[in-house]
C-alpha cells in the first residue's frame, strides 16, 4: 500500500497497541472510514496496527465509541527523526559549524596555477596575479569577477593572445596562450576574379587588381570580374587580384508550415530547491514544494574544498518552471511570417553565404490537409568572387 511522504522525503508512520473492545469491529470501522492500516496483528483481544502520524487524530472518534485505549510503540519516519535530532542541539551546532567553516575555507585563496607557458613567462604569470592580488590567503568573493581578471591579465601580459581565469573552489587556475609566430605564407601567384554564378552587381571592394563591372552589371558565371593586370596596356604587370564582388543572386526555397502549431510558454509558476548531495543521495535543505508535472528543470551544483581537497558533499541548487503547451491555428498573415522564417533558415542551413535578403516573394501556395505548402522566390546578395590563377605570357599583356 502506498503512504503518502511527509514533506521531508520519508515515511512518517506509528505503531500503536490498542486494547478495550472486539477486534474485528474496531477494525472494521477503522477501515470503513476510510484509514489506511498495515502490518496489523491481533492477539489477546490486543490489536497491533501501524498507521500514518496524519491519520492518527482520525482514530479518535472510533475509539471513543468503542471504549479503546491506545499506547504508542515506535514512531518512525522522517519528521520524527528531525525532531529527535533538534533534541540534540550540540550535533546540529557541530553540523551547521562544518557547513560554515567549509564554505569558510572553500572561498579563500590557498594556491594559483598557471598553465600554458613556463619559464620567463610562467613567472611573468605569476608576478602579474600577484599584481591583480590573486595570492595565497585572499578572500575570493572580494576578487574582481573573471572576465575583469582576464581583461587585467592580457593588460599585463602583452605576449599573452588570451588568458583564460577559472576558480575551483580554493585554487584559481590561470590559463595562458601567448602569441604564436608564423611564418609568412607565400604569396599567391597571379589570379583574376571570376563570377561564380549569375548575378547582378550590386557592390566590390577590390584591393588588388582592376575591376572590370560596375554596380547594376549583369554577370554570368566564370566571366571575369576583376583583372589580375594592372598598369598601362603596354607594360601591364601581372599580380594576384583580390577583394570582394557583391551580387544579388535568385534562389527558389519550398517549405511547408503546418496550420496550426504547439506553442510551449513558461509563465506559470517556478520555484527552487536546494539539496545536500553525499555521492547519489540528496537530503532537501529548502524549498519543499512539489514541482508540477513536466515542469522543465535546471540545476547547478557547487562543490567544497578544503585545502585545495574536494569534500565528498555539494550543495545542488534545483530551479524548475512550470510550462503549458497551446495549440494556435495560424490565420494567413500568420501562415506567411511562419513560411518566410523557415525559408530564412533553410536559405542559410544550405551554406550560403548571404551577406543581405534584399527581396521575399510568394510564388505558389497549396493547401493540403492541414498543411499549407509554399514556394518563396528570394533575392539575395552574396559574394560571387573566386580565384583564377593564370600565366601571364612573357612578353605580357592585359589578357
Not at 73 to 92: C, D, E, Y
Not at 107 to 130: C, F, H, I, L, P
Request: charge should be positive; aromatic fraction near 10%; glycine fraction near 10%.
Amino acid at each position: 500500500m502506498m503512504m503518502r511522504r511527509d514533506r521531508w522525503g520519508a515515511y512518517a508512520v506509528i505503531e500503536l497497541d490498542a486494547s478495550g473492545a472486539p477486534a474485528d469491529r474496531f477494525l472494521g470501522e477503522i477501515v470503513s472510514s476510510g484509514i489506511a492500516l498495515w502490518n496489523v496483528a491481533v492477539q489477546d483481544g490486543r490489536v497491533r496496527l501501524t498507521v500514518r502520524a496524519t491519520d492518527v487524530r482520525r482514530l479518535r472518534r472510533p475509539a471513543r465509541a468503542f471504549g479503546v485505549r491506545f499506547r504508542v510503540i515506535k514512531r518512525t519516519g522522517g519528521t520524527f527523526a528531525v525532531l529527535r535530532l533538534l533534541k540534540r542541539p550540540g550535533l546540529i551546532i557541530g553540523f551547521f559549524l562544518f557547513l560554515f567553516m567549509s564554505y569558510m575555507l572553500s572561498n579563500v585563496v590557498w594556491t594559483v596555477e598557471v598553465s600554458g607557458v613556463d619559464g620567463v613567462k610562467a613567472q611573468e604569470a605569476y608576478a602579474a596575479a600577484q599584481k591583480l592580488g590573486l595570492v595565497r590567503g585572499r578572500w575570493a568573493p572580494n576578487l574582481p569577477d573573471l572576465k575583469t581578471l582576464e581583461a587585467r591579465f592580457l593588460e599585463q601580459l602583452p605576449w599573452a593572445a588570451w588568458v583564460g581565469v577559472r576558480r575551483d573552489g580554493a585554487i584559481v587556475r590561470i590559463f595562458v596562450v601567448p602569441y604564436k609566430v608564423h611564418e609568412s605564407a607565400e604569396p599567391p601567384g597571379p589570379q583574376h576574379l571570376v563570377a561564380t554564378k549569375k548575378a547582378v552587381v550590386v557592390d566590390y571592394v577590390v584591393t588588388r587588381g582592376r575591376p572590370l563591372v560596375f554596380r547594376g552589371t549583369l554577370v554570368q558565371p566564370g566571366q571575369l570580374v576583376v583583372s589580375g593586370f594592372v598598369g598601362p596596356p603596354e607594360n601591364a604587370k601581372a599580380i594576384a587580384a583580390q577583394g570582394h564582388v557583391y551580387g544579388e543572386v535568385w534562389y527558389d526555397v519550398q517549405v511547408t508550415v503546418p496550420r496550426r502549431q504547439t506553442v510551449v510558454t513558461t509563465e506559470g509558476e517556478k520555484g527552487t530547491q536546494y539539496f545536500l548531495r553525499f555521492g547519489q543521495r540528496r537530503l532537501p535543505v529548502w524549498g519543499f514544494e512539489r514541482a508540477p508535472e513536466g515542469a522543465r528543470h535546471t540545476s547547478t551544483l557547487r562543490t567544497f574544498t578544503l585545502g585545495g581537497f574536494r569534500l565528498p558533499m555539494a550543495l545542488e541548487i534545483v530551479h524548475w518552471q512550470a510550462i503549458t503547451e497551446e495549440t494556435l491555428e495560424l490565420d494567413d498573415a500568420g501562415l506567411l511570417e511562419a513560411a518566410l522564417t523557415l525559408a530564412r533558415e533553410a536559405l542559410r542551413r544550405q551554406g550560403r553565404d548571404v551577406r543581405e535578403i534584399r527581396s521575399e516573394k510568394v510564388l505558389q501556395q497549396t493547401v493540403e490537409d492541414d498543411k499549407v505548402l509554399m514556394t518563396i522566390h528570394f533575392g539575395v546578395v552574396e559574394d560571387i568572387a573566386r580565384p583564377e590563377p593564370f600565366v601571364p605570357a612573357p612578353e605580357g599583356g592585359s589578357g
